[in-house]
């Protein structure tokens, strides 16, 4: 049977390439669904990207629409719907986390607005233990398997050839609160300073005396994907995370990033603020 999934980019970018071959025919969605015996839809569901489809169902429709499955296009096609069935490491996780992670793994740019904690992508292993022990201090075997996926996570950033493009701001409590205690503290701004010696990572401290901003109620992120995929935001509050699609809603959280990035410390003069801290911690 095919998964019913939140459309990722890979998915969508499969059925808009299914839906450019039917147009090109001249079929409708019942017209396809008829020649393949399914309902319309499920054609509508693989071309919106909502279905994983096997790739025999995509070679059912390739043959349907009259294309050689063993030329181009057919042929990556075919690769494209093997790839998506494969189980990726977050799957296990479930829930709305593992769709964000999805996402950030295809994702081509991040930009991350996080008002209290260091985000994810910069945590150190202790720090993120002792923040994934808030409320669940008991529950030992979930908090292992959120660690190690978060540890897990980063490697995004040192991927190849592309690695995910980073923009965190973080507001000056994250790098304050002493989660853990003041050595794990120390340790996780040693790791931003070192993690801001790459390339693709750009941090930056809102100062205290930046005052109410626009963000000032919730964390946030904005993911860029390459290959025209549409962007997506994605917002983080105590009922639960939100995924953005909607022109208006991107164009609020875009509005709110660009306007902390103008009253934060220059990239620069963060990390001579962490060093700061750090020598204080020292």
């Avoid at 292992?144 to 490697?155: G, H, I, L, P």
């Avoid at 701001?169 to 340790?187: C, H, N, Q």
């Avoid at 995929?229 to 995370?241: Q, R």
Wanted: with cysteine.
């Amino acid at each position: 049977m095919p998964r019913f999934t939140p459309a990722t980019p890979r998915s969508r970018r499969l059925g808009r390439e299914l839906r450019k071959l039917r147009d090109a025919k001249g079929l409708t969605g019942e017209d396809a669904a008829k020649l393949v015996r399914c309902s319309s839809s499920r054609i509508s569901r693989i071309e919106s990207g909502e279905i994983k489809p096997r790739a025999g169902d995509v070679m059912e429709l390739l043959v349907a629409y009259g294309m050689r499955i063993d030329e181009e296009p057919a042929t990556s096609l075919l690769e494209q719907a093997r790839d998506l069935r494969e189980e990726g490491w977050w799957q296990r996780l479930g829930g709305r986390y593992a769709t964000y992670i999805a996402y950030e793994e295809e994702a081509a740019e991040l930009k991350n607005f996080e008002p209290m904690l260091v985000p994810g992508l910069l945590q150190t292993e202790r720090y993120a233990r002792e923040v994934n022990m808030i409320g669940r201090e008991s529950d030992k075997d979930t908090i292992s398997q959120r660690v190690a996926a978060r540890m897990t996570r980063q490697k995004v950033l040192h991927r190849e050839p592309a690695p995910l493009r980073l923009h965190a701001i973080l507001s000056e409590a994250a790098v304050r609160t002493e989660v853990g205690g003041p050595e794990v503290l120390r340790e996780q701004l040693d790791q931003l300073v070192t993690l801001s010696r790459l390339p693709n990572v750009t941090i930056q401290v809102l100062r205290f005396e930046a005052g109410a901003h626009l963000a000032v109620s919730s964390g946030f992120a904005l993911l860029a994907f390459e290959q025209d995929e549409p962007p997506l935001g994605y917002v983080e509050t105590l009922a639960g995370e939100l995924f953005l699609e909607s022109a208006r809603d991107l164009a609020r959280l875009t509005d709110a990033y660009d306007n902390l990035k103008t009253l934060a410390r220059s990239p620069a003069e963060s990390v001579k603020f962490v060093k700061e801290l750090i020598r204080h911690e020292a």
